[in-house]
């Protein structure tokens, strides 16, 4: 069992007293995201609380664009999915994105005695570089985990790993023969990288979406993309700056960073070079390449960066962003966040939407993708990632009993995250934590929802013992727990 989290029914929230309670941090009202404080320190992480004005649409949008509604995938201040309106411009006129005009498909070669020739090489060469990795297709249902830590050998996929150079600090990146690090104009940040970056196209049962990714392994064929863009498709393929199309393949997704990476089987790729983001500086620039509205294709825009470790919801988790003004627009998710050197810094995946914000956008941090990338490589998960093994929702802090005779009295617990289920071998169990006991710290942390508890959790790695203070029978106790690791079947 994984980790699940819900909030209660209809009929819950209305047997809940009394019903007016105030939510606690973390969760929507009266129309707004409300952040939990940031810790205190130079690495604390600052959330995003933008402001909702009465009777607008706030919220997220992912930037994957489809042509067929016109818009893209939009997301209340709650981190769930829903519909927005088409943009309009200064005189509130709607905007139509341009007629999606046809795509090249692929190498075109003549049909003659010497061309036959080619064609028969060019397979026998494609047949010596075939190895495609096994689909992954990411899905939003809960599925079972593997409790247990896992043996110090675990076994890798078949799959290449990312071909990286050793760095002047020893350690493996991935950089372009060309680059020099010298400080470039846009205009050669644009040149020097758009041949690395690729328009995705991503076939689901009714619709088609649209987004961006970028090459980090030439020689296996590796592209880095959103998750969102995506999951649960059918079908994907990308297409080259040159024109040029070939079919792809999902190695694997992460739903908690929005990261996937794909395989294609094609020649002559060009491989970006990965900065670190870890040195991005507020007030720098930033230079963000991709396909906005899905027609605009390899489009250049540029910007500064506005803050750095900011959170924004993705449905259920935060994930860590740092935030620019570079236009971001559907289609724009996946593309790389490129510095003046032109090194790879984020990967654009979303912006927040509203009737009176304008040019703010988010990137995920490329240190942070690259890592989850390569554990999505080599293990088709990202490793090291804790579960408990129970599933919660969020307590009011008030509850109702039934005494041996039916007779139903309210009774008063502790805001948190009540356990509605766990799993009987995992570690939680295994710890004394029961059905009905609210989790209200994790270690130092105050709990006071279940989505608290979950992003909490990620600070965490498998193995690592922490305590939960649980509140049951109108007690305190506090149970030690050595985490589990999650790992999908």
Not at 266 to 287: C, M
Not at 431 to 460: F, Q, R
């Amino acid at each position: 069992m994984t980790d699940e989290y819900r909030d209660p029914t209809e009929q819950e929230r209305n047997e809940q007293v009394p019903p007016a309670t105030t939510e606690s941090a973390g969760t929507e009202q009266a129309g707004r995201y409300e952040a939990p404080a940031a810790p205190v320190g130079d690495a604390a992480e600052e959330k995003v609380t933008p402001p909702a004005q009465s009777g607008q649409s706030a919220g997220f949008w992912n930037g994957a664009y489809d042509p067929r509604t016109q818009t893209g995938q939009h997301y209340a201040p709650d981190g769930s999915p829903r519909p927005a309106a088409m943009s309009r411009d200064a005189w509130g006129n709607p905007i139509q994105p341009p007629a999606p005009k046809k795509k090249k498909t692929g190498l075109i070669v003549g049909i003659s005695i010497a061309g036959v020739a080619y064609l028969v090489l060019l397979a026998l060469v494609l047949v010596m570089l075939s190895g495609r990795g096994v689909v992954n297709k990411p899905t939003d249902a809960p599925v079972d985990v593997e409790q247990g830590e896992r043996a110090e050998t675990e076994p890798k996929r078949d799959n290449a790993p990312i071909v990286t150079e050793k760095g002047k600090d020893g350690k493996g990146t991935i950089v372009n023969p060309d680059y020099t690090g010298e400080v470039l104009t846009p205009a050669e940040v644009y040149k020097s990288n758009v041949d690395s970056v690729v328009y995705v196209e991503a076939l689901f049962s009714n619709k088609k979406g649209m987004g961006s990714g970028f090459v980090i392994d030439d020689e296996n064929g590796y592209i880095l993309t959103n998750h969102h863009v995506v999951s649960g498709s059918e079908e994907v393929s990308v297409t080259l700056n040159n024109g040029d199309s070939y079919e792809a393949t999902v190695i694997g997704g992460d739903e908690i960073n929005d990261i996937a990476v794909l395989k294609v089987e094609a020649p002559h790729l060009r491989k970006v070079t990965i900065g670190d983001s870890d040195k991005i500086e507020i007030g720098s620039y930033v230079n963000i390449i991709g396909n906005p509205l899905g027609d605009l294709t390899f489009t250049i825009t540029r910007g500064v960066i506005g803050g750095v470790a900011r959170s924004i919801p993705n449905g259920e988790y935060n994930v860590k962003v740092f935030q620019t003004d570079a236009a971001i627009n559907g289609g724009n998710s996946g593309g790389p966040a490129l510095d003046d050197t032109g090194a790879v810094i984020g990967i654009a995946s979303a912006k927040y939407a509203d009737i009176a914000v304008e040019g703010i956008c988010f990137c995920i941090p490329i240190n942070d993708a690259i890592a989850v990338a390569k554990d999505l490589v080599d293990y088709g998960y990202v490793k090291g990632r804790p579960n408990f093994g129970v599933v919660v929702s969020t307590s009011s802090g008030y509850a109702y009993s039934t005494d041996p005779f039916g007779r139903r009295t309210i009774v008063e617990t502790m805001p948190g995250a009540v356990v509605e289920r766990i799993d009987e071998n995992g570690c939680a169990a295994k710890a004394g934590l029961k059905v009905g006991d609210v989790i209200t710290k994790l270690g130092d942390v105050k709990i006071n929802s279940a989505a608290k508890l979950i992003n909490e959790k990620l600070n965490y790695k498998a193995g690592d013992t922490v305590t939960l203070t649980v509140f049951r029978d109108e007690q305190e106790l506090t149970l030690t727990v050595t985490l589990d690791e999650y790992k999908p079947d």
